[in-house]
């Protein structure tokens, strides 16, 4: 299994990014795809998940209505994108699958 994050940046609050997680060694259809975050000196938590087969997206609380996760099962990836962005959302995001791997994260920085 490999996971494979970019689209990571720097970027302004209230600005926007897409992030991109591509998947490979696995059959990406069937199983949920997640995105984490850990800030410096904190815990990382689960932003976003998307299902595979049944079941419904699930958000934070903290990032619902300004962050959406979709995937593309044909190109096996799975998106996260981020919109009104705040200083608190500066992460480094992480993509997940099967709770047991993990991409190699990509740097998220809110700051004006």
């Known amino acids: 299994v490999r996971l494979l994050e970019s689209g990571g940046g720097l970027v302004q609050p209230g600005g926007s990014l897409r992030l991109s997680c591509a998947a490979s060694?696995?059959?990406?259809?069937?199983?949920?795809m997640s995105w984490y975050r850990q800030a410096p000196g904190k815990e990382r938590e689960l932003v976003a998940t998307?299902?595979?087969?049944?079941?419904?997206?699930n958000y934070a609380d903290s990032v619902k209505g300004r962050f959406t996760i979709s995937r593309d099962n044909a190109k096996s990836t799975v998106y996260l994108q981020m919109n009104s962005l705040k200083p608190e959302d500066t992460a480094v995001y992480y993509c997940?699958?099967?709770?047991?791997?993990w991409g190699q994260g990509t740097q998220v920085t809110v700051s004006s």
């Open positions: 060694g696995f059959t990406f259809s069937n199983y949920h």
């Open positions: 998307s299902p595979g087969v049944g079941g419904n997206t």
């Open positions: 997940n699958t099967l709770g047991i791997y």
